[in-house]
């Protein structure tokens, strides 16, 4: 299991100068405070249709209110992500991005993305809902980010983000594998964020594939990424011409 949390919210962007396309936002892991990192396709194109040049960077702006925004961060770079750091935990936050050239020329503002910071209580500053640590260990002292009280292989930071429980060494993320007409099909069933320590949150999950795991490099699985948990199994069946490869889930809270 991945441990990563992220979040993707999809949002169409309009500009006179450029089609900034659809704009992210990945969340980090739990902290004191909040950071959020907003990604986005790059622009090709002016909205004539006519190649896009001469391209230096992108404004973000954001604030509390939407469509007025207090804070803003210069990228002059064609990186298309950036983090924003010390944001309040359970306050609002909207972010729009412009574009602009060498020239200085600004796009309009992309369409504006709305979020909400989740509110944890996290005196320990842990990275673990304190509500969710004392339900499981009646203290704040047991768990940690790093620890694995139920020995299954498994740390607490990740039995929180995936659901699982903590003090259970049968509960943990798994992939069942079967075989179906002679050929492999993977499944694995959803955990929705329910419960104590996660009011107003979401669970995605996403499936990955890699060829060597000595490379390290996983790759998503094209229709298997940022899948709404509400419990349901979901399955994928490699196609019949596919090479060996490993799997895993990526598990994302927001």
Same mark, same amino acid.
């Given at each position: 299991? $991945? %441990?990563i949390i992220k979040s993707q919210i999809k949002n169409?962007? =309009? #500009?006179k100068l450029v089609s900034i396309g659809a704009l992210f936002m990945l969340l980090a +892991? @739990?902290?004191? %405070?909040?950071? +959020?990192t907003l990604a986005w396709d790059p622009p090709t194109e002016t909205t004539d249709g006519a190649p896009l040049q001469n391209l230096q960077g992108?404004?973000?702006f954001y604030g509390e209110v939407s469509s007025q925004y207090t804070q803003s961060i210069n990228m002059a770079s064609l990186a298309t992500t950036t983090t924003i750091t010390g944001l309040e935990r359970g306050a609002s936050y909207f972010f729009v991005v412009k574009a602009y050239t060498t020239q200085l020329a600004e796009s309009d503002e992309s369409s504006e993305v709305a979020w909400m910071a989740p509110f944890i209580i996290d005196? $320990?500053?842990d990275g673990l809902d304190d509500e969710w640590? !004392?339900?499981?260990?009646? /203290? =704040?002292?047991? &768990? #940690? &980010? #790093?620890s694995d009280c139920d020995q299954d292989g498994v740390q607490d930071l990740e039995e929180y983000i995936a659901g699982t429980a903590p003090d259970n060494a049968d509960d943990f993320p798994s992939l069942e594998t079967t075989l179906q007409n002679g050929r492999v099909v993977i499944r694995f069933? !959803? /955990? @929705?964020a329910a419960g104590v320590g996660y009011e107003n949150r979401n669970r995605y999950y996403s499936l990955e594939q890699c060829a060597d795991l000595r490379s390290g490099?996983? /790759? @998503?699985? @094209?229709?298997? !990424?940022a899948i709404l948990a509400t419990g349901q199994t979901e399955q994928y069946q490699p196609s019949a011409s596919s090479s060996s490869a490993y799997y895993k889930t990526r598990i994302e809270l927001n």
């Open positions: 299991m $991945d %441990s169409k962007t =309009l #500009s +892991v @739990p902290a004191m %405070s909040m950071e +959020v992108y404004k973000i005196i $320990d500053a640590e !004392t339900t499981h260990f009646n /203290q =704040l002292e047991t &768990a #940690s &980010a #790093s069933r !959803t /955990q @929705p490099n996983w /790759q @998503p699985i @094209p229709g298997a !990424t």
